[in-house]
């Protein structure tokens, strides 16, 4: 008898429940210039925003779907809801936030966790952020942890100096579609020196059917500061499709350190089309995790663009892919300055007929001299139903630029299955066990509650399949 | 069975015995009572690894005729995990490297499975200290077991490795496949100085100890010696016969 494995079983009960809240606004299904027109009233926003919108709308319009990547074929971008508000103010305190929602998140555990190991915590339901908090001893420090369209009425500056600068809406058809619809989504700025040694959080969730979620954060790590910010996404199991298309943009000033923590567990009936980029400047230091365990199609390359002097970006990535899933994921880094160097490490897991991808960019400027980079790409492939590809593009114009590739794919072994076992674990508890020291050396680099989740996620459960 | 037969913890009988569609095994009888020493011995392909494999019970081997018991019990069908579950030990020959899996998590996984009785549970704190005490057997501090299993390891501190977890799992009958192959003569004294120690503690556990070398004889002292070749036992006897093997080779037992 040889028992399937299969993780994330618990999804449905753990996470895929939907809750009957009441919308005090549900937009029809479809886009127009009107949705768009909505939107940015009900939001007040300056002129120029409205402005944005439209353009970006015009490019969305404008630009086919890409065929380069995963099969978006699919998506119906009519059969969608762009803006859902559920009804109640956004709380300040937990108390304040509206009881059917509460709920969703006292059954995600985000209060604990915010009370445990959170220099503050957010979450988005639908189109809007409806809880937000920044521990006092960080707003005394000057550090601004809002939702983006507080952030955009209450910083216009900061917002129109860096709002688009990172991703312009002309980058490619889901970032325009993005900025065509933005609602919610992190404004955070860190002020010069400050370094917030505890992570700040957000909680990402749809609750609707064919909903779209499309929240635009952005982040500026002012002159030698530094941040860890965590975000997590969940959703319900429906038939039909729902669509999360975020922008996230960051500014890595001088001598200043950002990591950007993704735990991705949407249920595998949301496309997640997510552009993710960084500027760091000089001796700045950005990273990504990204950790992609849900979701029907995910399409993400966060990238880092290394603009200054001894500048350094990492893309530290683990995709999983089971029935019906494809993990297009990867890493962009752009070498613009000497000294530069940069690490892209994933780890890339496919089973009962999954698929995952590495897409990778490498680009070196003539500028990037005496540059570095190192990338490794591992996968680790179940049985031949599934499948994994490696896509590495290397552009490299510098001289003096070095760079390390390593791939490897391999198939869960027989023979570690058989050391394992003979030792008294079950097959499930082997195939666990391998599959978690494969993925060690990015876990490692979690906080320790989500390194716990991770590997709980991926735990293997104890249903057996005779075959 | 006859009464010694059933006496004994492992009894094999008739064991013939495939693998990749060639025949390895061709009709093997063997007996070991509990608390024996036995070694086996016999010449290159003769199929020594492969009946500590079937013992064990590797997918990659094929009982075609023949009946394993333990403990007077019928263990053909049983899966690695059961039979780890009864108290089988197989330290391997080449030990596969688990990379990212921390050694010392990995064997109290192991002793909390192979121990299906919840009273013999450890808490991580009381496994550590009984993990150290265990170590301190094969002159391993605890920082080894910090390391991840195998990965890295040199051919040495595998083979150690594998008789650290043969002292924490506290087998009824370890099958040490070729553990003393590939050992310089410290590492040696070292490794069956610790499986001496094991089993002075553990006085009822049976050992299956295969080897190509006499030198091992110099810390084992064996209650029986098989010569496998061809695939059958075609002598058994106490320590004069180790006097004819070296004197004679294997091949004087063939006819």
Same mark, same amino acid.
């Given at each position: ?33 009107? @949705? ?252 990504? @995790? ?13 990238? @880092? ?61 003539? &500028?990037?001299? &005496? ?97 | ?40 011995? %016999?010449?290159? %392909? ?210």
């Amino acid at each position: 008898m040889k028992r399937k494995p299969k993780f994330n079983r618990d999804y449905k009960k753990k996470y895929g429940f939907s809750d009957s809240v009441e919308y005090t606004q549900k937009f029809p299904k479809g886009l127009n210039e009107e @949705v768009i027109r909505r939107i940015s009233a009900i939001k007040n926003e300056p002129e120029w925003m409205l402005e944005r919108r439209l353009k970006s709308y015009e490019e969305f319009k404008n630009r086919p779907t890409p065929m380069w990547g995963a099969n978006l074929a699919q998506i119906d971008f009519d059969n969608i809801h762009y803006f859902a508000k559920a009804s109640g103010k956004k709380g300040r305190k937990w108390e304040d936030v509206p009881e059917k929602i509460k709920t969703t998140f006292d059954r995600l555990k985000i209060p604990q966790s915010e009370r445990k190991f959170l220099a503050g915590t957010a979450t988005q339901y639908e189109s809007e952020v409806v809880y937000s908090r920044l521990k006092e001893e960080w707003q005394k420090l000057g550090v601004i942890f809002e939702d983006t369209d507080s952030g955009l009425r209450k910083y216009p500056e900061l917002f129109k100096k860096y709002f688009g600068k990172v991703i312009p809406y002309k980058d490619n058809k889901l970032a325009a579609l993005n900025t065509s619809v933005w609602s919610g989504g992190s404004f955070i700025y860190v002020p010069k020196g400050v370094k917030v040694k505890v992570p700040l959080q957000t909680y990402f969730r749809i609750n609707l059917e064919n909903m779209g979620q499309f929240e635009r954060t952005l982040i500026i790590a002012d002159e030698g500061s530094q941040l860890h910010y965590l975000e997590g996404c969940t959703a319900p199991m429906y038939s039909t499709d729902s669509l999360h298309a975020a922008v996230v943009e960051i500014i890595v000033h001088k001598n200043a350190k950002v990591r950007y923590t993704t735990i991705q567990n949407w249920s595998n009936n949301v496309y997640n089309l997510v552009t993710k980029r960084a500027i760091a400047y000089e001796n700045a230091r950005m990273e990504w @995790v990204d950790c992609n365990l849900g979701s029907k199609i995910t399409m993400k390359y966060p990238a @880092v663009w290394l603009l200054g002097r001894k500048a350094h970006g990492e893309v530290l990535s683990i995709a999983y892919a089971d029935k019906g899933q494809t993990q297009d994921a990867g890493a962009k880094i752009i070498h613009r300055a000497p000294d530069t160097s940069s690490i892209i490490k994933s780890k890339s897991i496919c089973m009962n007929g999954g698929r995952t991808s590495y897409r990778g960019l490498l680009k070196a400027t003539h &500028n990037a001299k &005496n540059s570095k980079s190192k990338v490794i790409c591992d996968a680790l492939i179940f049985d031949n139903k599934s499948r994994t590809d490696t896509y590495p593009t290397n552009e490299i114009d510098a001289q003096s630029f070095s760079l390390e590739h390593e791939a490897s794919v391999s198939k869960i072994s027989q023979e570690q299955l058989f050391y394992l076992t003979s030792r008294g674990l079950s097959e499930e508890q082997a195939t666990s066990l391998i599959v978690s020291g494969f993925i060690e050396p990015i876990a490692k680099e979690l906080p320790m509650e989500y390194a716990v989740e991770l590997n709980a996620l991926l735990d293997m459960s104890m249903e057996g399949s005779v075959g | 069975m006859n009464a010694q037969q059933k006496n004994n913890l492992l009894e094999i009988k008739n064991l013939t015995v495939s693998s990749a569609g060639k025949t390895i095994l061709k009709g093997l009888d063997m007996g070991i009572p509990a608390g024996q020493i036995h070694v086996l011995m %016999g010449p290159n %392909g003769s199929g020594k690894s492969t009946l500590s494999k079937t013992i064990m019970g590797a997918d990659d081997v094929e009982i075609i005729k023949g009946r394993i018991y333990f403990k007077s019990k019928r263990i053909n069908e049983l899966s690695p995990e059961e039979r780890a579950h009864l108290g089988i030990f197989l330290a391997n020959q080449y030990p596969v490297e688990v990379p990212g899996v921390n050694l010392s998590n990995f064997l109290r996984i192991a002793y909390n499975s192979r121990f299906t009785d919840k009273k013999k549970h450890m808490s991580p704190l009381k496994f550590r200290s009984f993990l150290e005490e265990k170590s301190k057997l094969i002159d391993l501090s605890i920082e080894f077991s910090k390391r991840n299993l195998n990965e890295g390891f040199s051919g040495g501190e595998k083979k150690k490795c594998e008789i650290l977890q043969m002292a924490v799992l506290e087998p009824k009958l370890a099958i040490l496949d070729e553990t003393d192959s590939g050992l310089d003569v410290d590492a040696l004294k070292t490794v069956f100085m610790a499986v001496n120690k094991i089993k002075s503690q553990n006085k009822a556990m049976s050992l299956l100890i295969i080897t190509h070398y006499e030198r091992i004889f110099n810390y084992i002292k064996p209650d029986k010696i098989h010569i496998l070749q061809d695939g059958k036992i075609i002598k058994t006897g106490n320590r004069e016969l180790l006097k004819s093997i070296q004197k004679f080779g294997f091949k004087k037992f063939s006819k």
